[in-house]
């Protein structure tokens, strides 16, 4: 299994990025992103399910992030993140729900 994330980089307070991850062969799997900031515990971000019947978000970036899916292309997922903070500078990793599978991670840094 195999996860594969890009989109990160560097934005000022404010702005906007999109992080994709690619999970060809799970497309009856939910999916689910997670940062880590530096000195800090990975936390849960936003999850979707395989056929959207339930799509959440955590308090912290609720009304400013957006997740969706598209099966149809290597089931990707995307992670669409608007008026970027600098809180939410840390590394985002895409999640296979309920296995050990993680991607690579990709750097996301929000200047103030």
């Known amino acids: 299994a195999q996860l594969v994330e890009s989109g990160g980089g560097l934005v000022q307070s404010g702005g906007s990025l999109r992080l994709s991850c690619t999970a060809p062969?799970?497309?009856?799997?939910?999916i689910g992103w997670f940062r880590q900031a530096p000195g800090k515990e990975r936390e849960w971000v936003s999850c979707?399910?395989?056929?959207?019947?339930?799509?959440?978000y955590s308090d912290s970036v609720k009304g400013r992030f957006t997740i969706s899916r598209d099966n149809a292309a290597e089931n990707t997922v995307l992670l669409q993140m608007n008026n970027l903070k600098p809180e939410d500078t840390a590394v985002y990793y895409c999640?296979?729900?309920?296995?050990?599978?993680w991607g690579q991670g990709t750097q996301v840094t929000v200047s103030s």
């Open positions: 979707i399910s395989p056929n959207h019947e339930y799509i959440l």
């Open positions: 999640h296979l729900l309920g296995t050990l599978t």
């Open positions: 062969g799970f497309r009856y799997s939910g």
